[in-house]
């Protein structure tokens, strides 16, 4: 989602954590649970949501799955959408 469309209720329990020198996640400091991925490289404006923090129906589909080169070889992909290695 692009970062200036989020909205976070309970914002105060969001803990980032800078993973490495391009990406940050957020995850719940109560529970633990993942909620974002953002990379901090240049000007990208996208932020990853954890889709189950949503609540339901939301209303979204897929569009691309991203970092497939990066996937765990247990893992197929067989929706027909579009794969990417990066961004």
């Not at 105060?12 to 633990?32: I, L, Q, Y």
């Not at 404006?45 to 990066?70: N, Q, R, W």
Request: aromatic content about 12%.
């Amino acid at each position: 989602m692009k970062r200036n469309a989020i909205r976070v209720h309970g914002n105060d329990a969001v803990t980032w954590f800078k993973s490495s020198d391009k990406v940050e996640r957020g995850f719940c400091s109560v529970c633990g649970s993942t909620l974002f991925w953002k990379p901090t490289v240049g000007d990208y404006e996208y932020t990853a949501v954890a889709m189950g923090v949503l609540d339901a129906p939301t209303g979204m589909k897929l569009s691309k799955h991203t970092f497939v080169g990066d996937k765990g070889d247990y893992y197929e992909i067989a929706d027909g959408l579009p794969q990417s290695d990066g961004y």
